[in-house]
């Protein structure tokens, strides 16, 4: 840009000797980078424009983007910020920010782009699953999956208006356990869905669905931290298990006490510490749908899944995963416009790696990272901090200190439970007021009949 200028200026006004500067008053803003011109202090020489950066190549018409800016957006869509907080952090440093409606726009096209690029790369992903199952010898649409939602506001932040607060963003991530890297495979992100959310969770077989899940859940805790990591007493006890968490739903509580790690019987059982069911709840069951509930119940607490998730692998995963989504779609914001994009950002994240999948996402917005550059380099070494660090989860060390962590959890989970009775003591008020109504007609029945009774007798 100088020498060429130089030289123009030269050969324009031979007899100039004024010197090139800065155009201040001619420079473009575009978004994080600048078209700048330069002009002579002494004559009214102006250069042509220059484009201080590179380009994104497209094949639409008008002014080609800038790298940068896009580049730019793949990193926000891995972070809790958004445009407005980007803006906020270069204004504070006195750099000129690019404006907000210019972020957006660029935002909004590169997590188009992030999607496509990554729901490209899940679809990959199962393809190489099947592969691999035909190289087995197995069915090759059989994949070993275990699916895991999360929402973005909190289900009770209602509580004491409405039970059941809808979610409006909602994702729902599955993850082979095919191979120990546990990819996702599918990610199913859904927008208001109020009314869909609402139909299940306000049935009272979803809540009964969701309190089973949590009764499993805490079972293989609360038997992981009894037994002390003994993987063969963990299973036998656990199959003891499934049979009295049927009868514990029907209310016969007669063995809870002995195969129960969280219900404590009659005194004590577990439908006092559910926060989805009435204490009330009761199920009258045929001999075949106990067998289907047992089906349900051996799905998470069967052998064959304990031996699966022996080492507590499996839901780790989808917990990580649900974090590096959180990381990309926060609580506190919604980013209603580029949910999905971010929701595939992080999915990326997750199955490849931060370094490994800024690179592919830059490439595919058409902003490559310079292949050998200073930015590769220090994007090589987080991808490298990571593996490590995944290598070192793996380690019998960290696996007893997780162990010891998980039980730690475990006592906190306990305490939290006490807390949530109370909430459910004010979520179920209203239910309860209900119930004393039922009962006090039912009262009324009583009465009315004794007197029929007294009059056939008398
Ligand atoms: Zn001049
Ligand atoms: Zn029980």
Redo the contacts with the bound molecule.
Sequence with gaps: MWNESFRQHLSKRPTCKGNLQWNTHKEEQRGFVWRATLNCDNCNFISKKYKLYKEVQTTKKGPKPAAINYGMQVGLSQVSMGSSGLRKILLSGNIPAPSTKGMQNSANKVNEKIEIQNVADMADIRTELKTINKMRGHPESHIDVEGDGCYNNPLYSGIGKTPFQPATQSCYVVVENMTDKKLVINLVTKINCAVMERIIREDLIGRFALDLSQRCHAEYKSALKHCDGNFQTFKRKLSHTVD?II??YQSK?CI?KRN?FV?K?IED??INKSIYLPKTFKLNLTLKQQSELRKCINYRLGPKELERTKLGTNTQKSECVNRIIRRSLPRSNTFSKNFQGRANSAVSSANHGPGESVMALCLSVGAPVTAGSKVHTHLQQEQKIYENHKQYKKLAKYMKNRKQKAKAKFDLYSKNQEVNKYEKGMLLKSQKNIRQKLADTARGDHEAYTKKAKKIIG
Excluded: E, K, Q, R
Aim: aromatic share 10%; proline share 10%.
């Design positions: 009295a009868l514990c509580h809870c129960s219900c019987g059982p577990w």
